[in-house]
């Protein structure tokens, strides 16, 4: 087991490149009056979204000129059938600018945090907003019996994110990586006896890069799981299918090739946390990883 340079705030990282252009993002509204506060869930994260019945709306004052996009899914209950049909229609200053007929089918990566009943997939309008200050509202007309979860988002102009690499506290060893092109990088390899092991001071955004393992003898899809636990508590379970990359190698263990890239983001908390990744899945499974936060978050 080797041990690198532990993480607080005064740790010296490698920066990585990225371009300063703006990109769009999309912000939650969340002052829109009515409806009713619902939860969901997958994979272990929750969402909150505005349940709304048949003829109920959202409402509010909103500045343009932007776009929004309006998310929602349908919410089953007893006595649905198996695709219900509901319409999602926004006004703009008393005048009707979209009008969008969709259908709820169950999609069973989605729950309810707190009662019964199936969630559908998620479906997705825009509207462009001019210059201004607007009353905007949202209703929902629906032909089965259940609600339909809404979330608004309101379109922004953001730089792109600078990430900073950084060095975990315990690791199993160092790869390098090799393409063919003669460009690499360093990465961090952990199994499923000695796991990445780091200390973060949030709030800020941990993200996990990693490249599976592969022998000569492996091909198709490999499947590999990693758990992440903060504080020594669980926050994620992630399942990754992973493919053979032939070209590129690891100059230290050049019978070893790395799998194509997969990568989780991790919300830490305010505070000072220790951060754990581990290889459960397969027993014997090898993971090499490289580790970022934004750079923003290195000056606090």
């Known amino acids: 087991m080797r041990r690198g340079i532990m993480l607080v705030c ?10 300063a252009a703006a990109k769009d993002a ?17 994979n272990g994260q929750t969402f909150e979204y505005t349940a709304l019945g048949d003829g109920q709306e959202l409402h509010g004052e909103i500045g343009g000129p932007r776009r929004l996009k309006i998310t929602s899914r349908y919410l089953f209950a007893d006595g649905d059938e198996p695709s219900v049909a509901y319409t999602v229609t926004v006004t703009v200053d008393g005048q009707e600018v979209l009008s969008r007929r969709l259908t ?18 998620l479906r997705r309008a825009y509207v462009t907003l001019p210059e201004g200050s607007h009353q905007v509202t949202i209703r929902v007309q629906t032909a089965g019996r259940g609600q339909v979860a809404l979330r608004a988002y309101r379109q922004v102009k953001r730089k792109r994110e600078t990430w900073m690499a950084i060095a975990p506290e315990v690791y199993d060893g ?21 796991p990445l092991l780091l200390r973060l001071s949030g709030p800020t955004t941990l993200r996990i890069r990693t490249r599976l393992d592969f022998d000569h003898t492996m091909n198709g899809s490999q499947t590999y799981t990693l758990e992440v636990l903060i504080d020594g508590e669980p926050w994620r379970t992630v399942h990754h299918d992973s493919v053979r990359l032939n070209s590129a190698l690891w100059l230290e263990s050049p019978d070893i090739l790395p799998g194509d890239r997969k990568e989780i983001q991790v919300p830490v908390p305010r505070g000072a946390h220790q951060v754990e990744i581990r290889c ?15 750079k923003r978050d290195l000056a606090r």
């Open 10 to 19: 005064g740790l010296a990282c490698l920066a990585m490149a990225a371009p």
């Open 26 to 42: 999309w912000v939650s509204l969340r002052d829109l009056a009515g409806g009713q506060p619902v939860c969901l869930q997958s």
């Open 104 to 121: 709820g089918k169950p999609y069973r990566e989605y729950a309810r945090c707190r009662g019964e009943g199936a969630v559908a997939s």
């Open 174 to 194: 160092m790869r390098h990586l090799e393409f063919e092109s003669g460009n690499g990088s360093e990465y961090y390899h952990f199994d499923a006896g000695t």
């Open 280 to 294: 459960v899945r397969p027993e014997a499974c090898g993971v090499a990883a490289v580790l970022h936060i934004p």
